[in-house]
């Protein structure tokens, strides 16, 4: 069974998508989705941290956490599971949906992570990464960094503009070495033709960012 378009998933074990979609007012003897609902909260942190890490390969530790909660969080959830009509599958007790005809923001919360902890467990990390990401990649994509989130070289270019009249650093790459599938990349950061530091790192971006953690480490 699938429930596109919100999961991407076709389910083998349709118990645990049944499972994922009861709320816990039906006090039913196999269950409700609140564990499911604690194992796809762990799953949904583990593939939103993934995609940022590489998405953002200089940012720190500071700005990808920021990123991450910006997606994680109840709002964010809610407003991703009303989009594609995940309170309509809902399961609730008859006395709980006399007092509340619609799904609270916490239980569509709550039951799209549940389905996201279900998918993994029927179709593992691949299959639970297509779902967040069909869920979340638009707000993924639209995610920007400011300048001083951009740690270090959003950091050293706060510093020489402060004290250096608005001028920026320049980088410059000086080597590429190894095979195509481990390339070590090593880079320059200068300001007024002065060499501040150097770093080595798989990518260019990345060498680029350690030059610069280097640049102000020599300053500090």
Sequence with gaps: MSYEPITQHDFQDESLLKLAL??????????????????????????????????????????????????????????????????????????????????????????????????????????????????FDSQIEALVLDAGSQNPKGKLQEWSQKHHKGEVPTYAELSAEGADHERSYTATVSLGGKELGRGIGSSKKTAEAKAAKAALENLA
């Excluded at 619609?102 to 239980?107: G, H, L, T």
């Design 22 to 135: 009861t709320h816990s007012s039906c006090k039913r003897i196999d269950g409700d989705n609140q564990r499911l609902e604690f194992l796809g909260d762990a799953v949904l942190d583990l593939i939103i941290a993934e995609a940022l890490y590489v998405k953002f390969p200089e940012a720190d530790e500071g700005a990808l956490d920021r990123c991450r909660a910006s997606i994680v969080n109840g709002k964010s959830l809610t407003r991703a599971a009303t989009a594609k009509g995940l309170g309509k599958y809902l399961e609730v007790s008859a006395a709980h949906r006399q007092h509340h005809p619609k799904p609270s923001n916490a239980m569509l919360e709550d039951a799209l992570e549940a389905l996201i902890g279900a998918v993994y467990l029927d179709g593992g990390v691949k299959a639970a990464r297509d779902t967040i990401l069909h869920l």
